[in-house]
């Protein structure tokens, strides 16, 4: 069972962040996700943010030193109103 993923680094982009916020919806063991360094825009934001409105586990998340802006940032707080994650890193 999943319960870490650590992808620190590894240049996802805004695609492969829409490609796993689509997996993070359906998941149910990860607690901790740590995205940092990945270029990751306000694309890959909205789409984690909205993974996050329906993913009840995450506790955890990263997203230090990526490329996010304002749009990306507000769909995120928005969506982070309705989680439970407690620890963010930006």
């Known amino acids: 069972?999943?319960?870490i993923l650590e992808l620190w680094s590894n240049q996802i982009?805004?695609?492969g962040a829409q490609s796993l916020a689509d997996?993070?919806?359906h998941n149910k063991t990860l607690t901790e996700l740590y995205l940092g360094n990945n270029k990751i825009g306000d694309i890959g934001a909205?789409?984690?943010a909205d993974a996050l409105q329906r993913n009840k586990?995450?506790?955890?998340?990263?997203?230090?030193?990526n490329k996010i802006g304002d749009v990306g940032a507000r769909s995120l707080g928005d969506?982070?109103?309705?989680n439970i994650v407690t620890l963010i890193h930006s």
């Not at 586990?57 to 030193?65: K, R, W, Y």
């Not at 969506?79 to 309705?82: D, I, K, N, P």
């Open 46 to 48: 909205q789409s984690l």
């Open 79 to 82: 969506a982070l109103q309705q």
């Open 23 to 25: 997996a993070l919806q």
């Open 57 to 65: 586990t995450l506790i955890t998340l990263d997203l230090n030193h």
């Open 1 to 3: 069972t999943l319960t």
């Open 13 to 15: 982009g805004d695609t």
